[in-house]
């Protein structure tokens, strides 16, 4: 039968698919409206589907502080490319989920997938949704959600890196400052008593050898070592490293001429530790082409 481009332009405003997969779908039901939305809605998934095992490194991160400053969520999502990760829909999908965390008694990535939200009766079904939107597999990578206590503090980087900082002081400008600093420097843990053990003796050995090796006297390679492995570990601590925007004091000072404590701290850079695949750019649009015929 023949297909109207008025009936297609309709499906498109209902459906908001491709100009050539609303005539498909009309063709294929007959121009049956509602049998049409319906090809689409499992063309796709389907399409969702067949992406499902594509790398998702790209994306960005958010904060999210409830209105009482009860809780606090931190989110990463993730999508194929930064193209898409600039994406309006992209950008709500993110948004969404995170108004849906703080919002919820979601506590795990199982709980968030299986709840419901807005149009959709779970998260998976709207993620399988904006995947057959944007053409790109995504990903919900990982998400915290605090409570708080003294002050939060949280700092964005174009979107790429995010860091909360908890206090148990009240000074949310220091706070500030201090997630400010953590998604500048990455530092991976408070301070040096939380230093996994094992690692400190790893260090010991290599600083050791290396000593040897440059001929340092016996009686002083503890010393020497000693000096260096408190050096290197401190920049490893929040509060050993150098305040971002005042290089003559570290942060432990800066904490304690404010009087505060940090009592935890967590920062996310998208895409951190997922192993991405080399690709080349002529032979991944060599193909696009070839799927697209």
Same mark, same amino acid.
Request: with cysteine.
């Given at each position: 039968?023949?297909?109207?481009?008025?009936?297609?332009?309709?499906?498109?405003?209902?459906?908001?698919?491709?100009?050539?997969?609303?005539?498909?779908?009309?063709?294929?039901?007959?121009?049956?409206?509602?049998?049409?939305?319906?090809?689409?809605?499992?063309?796709?998934?389907?399409?969702?589907?067949?992406?499902?095992?594509?790398?998702?490194?790209?994306?960005?991160?958010?904060?999210?502080?409830?209105?009482?400053?009860?809780?606090?969520?931190?989110?990463?999502?993730?999508?194929?490319?930064?193209?898409?990760?600039?994406?309006?829909?992209?950008?709500?999908?993110?948004?969404? #989920?995170? &108004?849906? /965390?703080?919002? +919820?008694?979601?506590?795990?990535?199982? !709980?968030? @997938?299986?709840?419901?939200?807005?149009? *959709?009766?779970?998260?998976?079904?709207?993620?399988?949704?904006?995947?057959?939107?944007?053409?790109?597999?995504?990903?919900?990578?990982?998400?915290?959600?605090?409570?708080?206590?003294?002050?939060?503090?949280?700092?964005?980087?174009?979107?790429?890196?995010?860091?909360?900082?908890?206090?148990?002081?009240?000074?949310?400008?220091?706070?500030?400052?201090?997630?400010?600093?953590?998604?500048?420097?990455?530092?991976?843990?408070?301070?040096?008593?939380?230093?996994?053990?094992?690692?400190?003796?790893?260090?010991?050995?290599?600083?050791?050898?290396?000593?040897?090796?440059?001929?340092?006297?016996?009686? #002083?390679? &503890?010393? /020497?070592?000693? +000096?260096?492995?408190?050096?290197?570990? !401190?920049? @490893?601590?929040?509060?050993?490293?150098? *305040?971002?925007?005042?290089?003559?004091?570290?942060?432990?000072?800066?904490?304690?001429?404010?009087?505060?404590?940090?009592?935890?701290?967590?920062?996310?850079?998208?895409?951190?530790?997922?192993?991405?695949?080399?690709?080349?750019?002529?032979?991944?649009?060599?193909?696009?082409?070839?799927?697209?015929?």
């Amino acid at each position: 039968m023949g297909i109207s481009a008025t009936e297609v332009k309709k499906l498109r405003e209902l459906t908001s698919a491709g100009m050539m997969d609303c005539k498909k779908a009309l063709i294929e039901s007959n121009g049956d409206f509602e049998k049409a939305k319906l090809f689409l809605k499992e063309k796709g998934q389907s399409k969702a589907d067949s992406k499902s095992g594509r790398t998702t490194a790209q994306g960005l991160v958010s904060i999210k502080v409830s209105i009482d400053k009860q809780l606090a969520v931190i989110l990463e999502v993730n999508c194929e490319t930064d193209f898409a990760a600039k994406d309006q829909q992209f950008i709500d999908f993110s948004n969404n #989920i995170l &108004e849906l /965390i703080i919002e +919820g008694e979601i506590d795990d990535l199982d !709980s968030l @997938l299986s709840s419901s939200i807005k149009d *959709f009766d779970t998260v998976q079904n709207y993620k399988t949704h904006v995947i057959s939107k944007l053409g790109e597999n995504i990903s919900l990578r990982r998400f915290d959600k605090v409570s708080i206590k003294g002050a939060v503090g949280s700092y964005i980087h174009a979107d790429k890196i995010a860091a909360i900082a908890l206090l148990d002081s009240d000074n949310e400008i220091l706070a500030k400052d201090i997630a400010m600093h953590i998604a500048a420097s990455n530092p991976n843990y408070i301070d040096q008593s939380e230093i996994p053990t094992e690692l400190l003796k790893e260090e010991s050995r290599i600083l050791e050898l290396q000593a040897k090796e440059e001929g340092k006297p016996q009686e #002083i390679i &503890e010393k /020497i070592v000693q +000096g260096k492995l408190n050096k290197k570990m !401190s920049q @490893l601590t929040l509060l050993g490293q150098e *305040f971002i925007k005042d290089p003559d004091i570290t942060i432990e000072q800066l904490l304690k001429d404010s009087d505060s404590k940090v009592d935890s701290f967590i920062r996310y850079e998208v895409g951190d530790g997922i192993e991405q695949e080399e690709v080349n750019f002529a032979d991944e649009v060599k193909a696009q082409v070839e799927a697209s015929q």
